[in-house]
């Protein structure tokens, strides 16, 4: 085979998720810091987090990238000086950077640390790419309104070291590049600040000028319309294409996702990669089992996005703008102790007697009935109630540590 092997680039929104991320498969991880990237409302990583995860991340091979791709104004400058310099201390192995002038900071204060251009720098033509080439960039992300055959365009025109890095899962912008103003006019939170309402999910209707107060809706049925919902993009059944796109890095959108979600789709996604590159039979063959399985993380429906041409109006969701949801996160596996009792942190409740699933990292699940619960005192008790709970659960298998426990939503 003449292409390389993509890396598979997973979010995280925190320091659980980022170990999840990289026990389920990931070859990297991107990560935001308490500043400077676009996803605020995201939980993001403390300084110590920071070093902690990537430490984690470091000992099984992976790495780490850090965002700071916000449009600066000058009145941010001073501060991305500040973290820039304890960037430089903690050593993440790439920043993720948009606004040129975030770019020539970070060059300046920590030239070591490869420089990654965001998505939000509009990246539609291998001028650009050349550019950020010349000025130093690694990697250049590709905007989301390309098809294949404009990336595989670009990688021709490139140097061959120069790598592409393209969102191939996860949920998508009606803005160019994620580039909207849309937030900011409604509710005062700047998108290209990391402050993002979502209001392209919102219920629309239209109002003629001279007719205030008429709201006319924009029928699609009896419950109205959610004109710029998107579906979320999926490219499961395209690995074959976009391998030989030329795409080396295989990035998954959702830092605000739940650590369920980044295991679902960093195991599909490994799997997926790694059964094409031992033969395309097999990824074929496998198909099945990776649709099932993309399918049991939450998502809005799915679409190829504009990897094969524009959208049309099959791509948007008109009569809804909430999430398929078939699994419901438990929590992950702590430790085991002597008595086979597995304790972690407990998301959802449940109660002895459920039958609930362990989501391995190799693939498997196994359906499992609980045996016994008890609390951090060591008292019984036949449910966990309270979020965030520590439990210790006997299982009727016993799991390994990082193994995820997940169950299934009732219809």
């Known amino acids: 085979m003449s292409r390389r092997k993509p890396e598979l680039l997973i979010p995280a929104s925190n320091l659980e998720v980022l170990k999840t991320a990289v026990i389920f498969g990931a070859d990297a991880v991107y990560i935001g810091g308490e500043a400077f990237g676009l996803r605020a409302k995201a939980k993001n990583f403390s300084p110590d987090d920071m070093r902690e995860g990537?430490?984690?991340?470091?000992?099984?091979?992976?790495k780490v990238y850090v965002t700071a791709n916000i449009l600066a104004h000058n009145y941010d400058l001073d501060g991305a000086?500040?973290?820039?310099?304890?960037?430089?201390?903690?050593?993440?192995?790439?920043?993720?950077?948009?606004?040129?002038?975030?770019?020539?900071?970070?060059?300046?204060?920590?030239?070591?640390?490869?420089?990654?251009?965001?998505?939000?720098?509009?990246?539609?033509?291998?001028q650009t790419y050349l550019f950020w080439w010349q000025q130093g960039a690694k990697r250049v992300v590709s905007a989301r309104e390309l098809s294949l055959k404009e990336i595989r365009e670009i990688r021709d025109k490139i140097p061959e070291?120069?790598?592409?890095?393209?969102?191939?899962h996860g949920a998508m912008c009606i803005s160019y590049s994620g580039r909207c103003l849309l937030s900011n006019y409604f509710t005062g939170r700047d998108a290209n600040q990391g402050a993002c309402t979502h209001p392209c999910r919102w219920?629309?209707?239209?109002?003629?000028?001279?007719?205030?107060?008429?709201?006319?809706?924009?029928?699609?049925?009896?419950?109205?319309?959610?004109?710029?919902?998107?579906?979320?993009?999926?490219?499961?059944?395209?690995?074959?294409?976009?391998?030989?796109?030329?795409?080396?890095?295989?990035?998954?959108?959702?830092?605000?996702?739940?650590?369920?979600?980044?295991a679902t789709v960093a195991r599909t996604y490994r799997k997926a990669i790694d059964d094409f590159f031992e033969s395309e039979e097999k990824y074929r063959e496998n198909m099945p089992w990776y649709q099932a399985e993309i399918s049991k993380c939450t998502y809005r429906?799915?679409?190829?996005?504009?990897?094969?041409?524009?959208?049309?109006?099959?791509?948007?969701?008109?009569?809804?703008?909430?999430?398929?949801?078939?699994?419901?996160?438990?929590?992950?596996?702590?430790?085991?102790?002597?008595?086979?009792?597995?304790?972690?942190?407990?998301?959802?409740?449940?109660?002895?007697?459920?039958?609930?699933?362990?989501?391995?990292?190799?693939?498997?699940?196994?359906?499992?009935?609980?045996?016994?619960?008890?609390?951090?005192?060591?008292?019984?008790?036949?449910?966990?109630?309270?979020?965030?709970?520590?439990?210790?659960?006997?299982?009727?298998?016993?799991?390994?540590?990082?193994?995820?426990?997940?169950?299934?939503?009732?219809?």
């Open 203 to 262: 219920k629309y209707a239209v109002v003629e000028e001279k007719r205030p107060g008429e709201y006319l809706p924009v029928y699609e049925n009896e419950r109205g319309t959610y004109i710029f919902n998107s579906k979320d993009l999926c490219m499961i059944e395209y690995i074959p294409e976009i391998i030989d796109a030329g795409i080396d890095s295989l990035k998954i959108e959702g830092r605000m996702k739940t650590a369920l979600y980044v």
């Open 161 to 168: 070291d120069m790598e592409i890095e393209s969102f191939i």
């Open 54 to 62: 990537i430490a984690f991340a470091h000992a099984h091979n992976v």
């Open 81 to 126: 000086r500040e973290y820039f310099a304890e960037l430089k201390e903690i050593k993440p192995d790439a920043l993720i950077i948009s606004d040129p002038g975030m770019f020539m900071l970070a060059k300046e204060i920590c030239p070591e640390i490869e420089i990654h251009i965001s998505t939000q720098a509009n990246n539609t033509n291998y």
């Open 301 to 411: 429906q799915f679409t190829t996005g504009f990897y094969f041409g524009k959208p049309d109006e099959n791509t948007q969701i008109y009569d809804s703008n909430t999430y398929v949801n078939e699994y419901t996160y438990l929590g992950i596996i702590e430790e085991v102790d002597e008595r086979g009792c597995a304790k972690f942190e407990q998301r959802n409740k449940f109660c002895v007697g459920d039958t609930i699933e362990i989501m391995k990292p190799d693939g498997s699940n196994v359906e499992v009935k609980v045996l016994n619960m008890y609390d951090e005192e060591g008292t019984s008790v036949e449910s966990c109630p309270h979020s965030r709970q520590t439990i210790y659960v006997e299982l009727s298998e016993t799991p390994n540590k990082y193994d995820l426990l997940r169950v299934k939503t009732e219809a």
